[in-house]
DNA sequence: CCTAAATGTCATCTG
DNA sequence: CCCAGATGACATTTA
């Protein structure tokens, strides 16, 4: 279903990519430039989709539109460097002088936006298309098809050209931007090989939009990703063929979205994650020590977490709420926590886990502290037991346990065996040794309490030893119990984060989707124009210029000049170069 | 009986 | 320096 859709979409883009890649040859975007990598990286992909089932689908379209996308890109880039500092006014004007409407002016205006395609370069295309395959494997879940191809409620996409509503960037917008793009003009808005080609030549337009999904399988399908790279031919048969079609938007935009949203997805990961991200989890982590301080309040974790991921705040209030559920149970054992668990049940463990309180345990068993023993008390017989701490040493364990049982027998006796199961070892080490007091007590009594009750007995050495090295073991188990919650904690706290920060990522995708095929739209609109305004140019004969031997170009001054093929392409070749230099 | 998860214990560190 | 708590590592128990 979805998929179907996505692939058409991606094929469409292909006819996208091929006209923008003319385009971009046309104003003079080296293949050469990206030839070489875009198809290692292409193989790469390729390599990938194969091990991976769907995901691999999925990551085969990214890398076949990353491929496209890259070439368009790269040559917009390089085709579109800031050298030219052309005024967008000044072409809007130019356009209008050959009698074209607003509209139209504007969307010439709109092509020097492709100036902003230029930062994605094949090394961001590629780690997108890493990062995107890296996403999809990591969220299944919200999967980044949804996000990207379903992404928006009235998706745009989905929808048609049109943009959405929500769409950042619409073509106003994008006149805007371009505006401020300043990209340079003196490149010739688009050159020979669209006209060369017999049918954009003619006429349309048609050529620019993307091609049809059909189109898209069959060429792309046939060619295959290395296809891709040798655009110049490709270019002659793509057109060809999609030529008509009318342009799936979606598809192409969906493949460039992917393309773009690897690029995010990159950057997210790679870029901005391992710092920002990276720092915000460090925090966490202090935080979790913090944590551990709070330990009384686990939520405080999350609070902590919170304020360090305050970056994904904005989300994380939301998913806070939301994964504050999940964290909720979490927090509810841990908060409390450290309440130990409930399952736990010994009353020492419940009250040590709880640990922290001590009168509790004095509640349950402060009776039978008489050092007469604990047996007294029937109930305290049981847990008394259980608290009257046994011996030490295996040895000790041993006969003590042996005896209650043979004692007793029937219902008692099994009592008995289960409750001296239920014993921990320190209580059968201090049953054994005869200590006067429960283990409750010797753990969870003050400090000062602790030496007061030692202080009422005559202990021996033994036994004074067993009832530290009980008091130490007790304490350290609450902690541990403590730090293993916390621990948890904070794991839930991190995959929250992560949550969060997937989120947060599909979101910037998706805006990135959205803003390239604004983008695209634009480019089709200024290639539009430029063959409709070529189209109506004639000669002193009043006979139409020919494409393959004339184009148009953007000087300076913003006026638009025709002028020989040849020096065009000179022009187109210097203006390829210089950004790339100045990338590097 | 084996394995993995849960717990307990110990040694250290830290505040 | 002592203590209590935190935590990594290892041991033991439990499921």
């Known amino acids: 279903m979805g998929w179907e859709s996505h692939i058409t979409a991606a094929s469409a883009d292909i006819d996208l990519i091929d006209i923008l890649w003319r385009q971009d040859i046309d104003l003079g975007a080296g293949r050469e430039v990206f030839d070489y990598s875009h198809r290692q990286k292409e193989q790469d992909v390729e390599k990938e989709l194969r091990d991976g089932g769907e995901q691999d689908t999925w990551a085969g379209e990214g890398a076949e539109a990353l491929a496209r996308n890259l070439l368009v890109d790269g040559e917009t880039g390089e085709s579109f460097p800031a050298q030219f500092p052309a005024d967008i006014s000044s072409i809007t004007e130019a356009v209008p002088s050959e009698s074209e409407p607003p509209a139209l002016q504007n969307n010439l205006l709109s092509p020097l936006l492709t100036g902003t395609e230029s930062p994605f370069d094949l090394e961001q295309q590629w780690q997108d298309l890493m990062s995107i395959m890296e996403m999809q494997a990591m969220e299944v879940n919200t999967s980044a098809s949804e996000i990207l191809y379903n992404a928006p409620p009235g998706d745009p996409l989905s929808t048609n050209y049109s943009l959405a509503p929500n769409t950042p960037i619409n073509q106003n917008v994008s006149l805007h931007q371009a505006s401020l793009g300043g990209c340079s003009q003196d490149f010739l808005l688009f050159s020979p090989e669209v006209e060369s080609l017999p049918v954009a030549s003619s006429s349309t337009l048609l050529p620019l939009a993307p091609s049809n999904s059909t189109s898209l399988n069959s060429t792309f399908g046939s060619t295959n990703l290395t296809g891709l790279f040798f655009p110049p031919q490709l270019n002659g048969t793509a057109n060809d063929t999609a030529g008509p079609e009318l342009p799936d938007p979606l598809g192409g935009l969906l493949d460039e979205a992917m393309l773009d949203e690897i690029s995010l997805m990159d950057l997210a990961i790679e870029e901005g994650f391992n710092p920002v991200q990276a720092s915000q989890l460090e925090e966490e982590f202090d935080s979790d020590s913090g944590l551990s301080l709070d330990s009384s309040h686990s939520p405080s974790s999350l609070s902590s977490s919170e304020g360090s991921s305050s970056s994904s705040s904005s989300s994380s209030s939301s998913s806070s709420s939301a994964s504050s559920s999940a964290s909720s149970s979490f927090s509810e054992e841990g908060a409390v926590g450290y309440s130990s668990d409930s399952e736990t049940l010994d009353l020492e463990e419940a009250e040590g ?94 400090v000062e309490e602790f030496n007061e009750l030692l202080s009422k007995y005559q202990l021996s050495e033994a036994q004074l030893s067993l009832i530290r090295d009980i008091r130490r073991r007790g304490k350290n188990k609450m902690a541990a119990q403590n730090c293993r919650k916390r621990k948890l904690d904070t794991i839930l706290n991190l995959e929250r984060d992560v949550e969060d920060l997937q989120r947060d990522k599909a979101r910037l995708l998706r805006e990135k989707v959205e ?70």
Not at 557 to 569: E, F, K
């Open 353 to 446: 886990a709880v640990g922290y309180q001590p009168e509790y345990s004095k509640f349950c068993r402060m009776s039978y502290q008489d050092p007469a023993q604990l047996s007294c008390l029937p109930y305290l017989e049981h847990v008394g037991h259980n608290h009257t701490y046994n011996m030490a040493p295996s040895a000790l364990d041993s006969a003590d346990l042996p005896p209650p049982s043979a004692l007793k027998k029937g219902s008692k006796e099994k009592q008995a065996d289960f409750l001296d199961k239920q014993m921990s070892r320190d209580e059968h080490r201090a049953r054994a040794m005869k200590i006067p007091f429960t283990n409750d007590k010797i753990i969870n009594l003050p």
């Open 515 to 584: 803003f390239l095929r604004s983008l695209r739209q634009m480019k089709q609109k200024v290639q539009s124009l430029y063959q409709e305004v070529f189209g109506r140019l004639r000669d002193e004969n009043g006979r139409p210029y020919s494409p393959s031997q004339y184009a148009l170009q953007y000087a300076g001054d913003g006026s638009v000049l025709l002028i020989p093929r040849t020096m065009a392409d000179q022009q187109a070749r210097r203006q390829e170069r210089k950004p790339k230099d100045r990338r590097k």
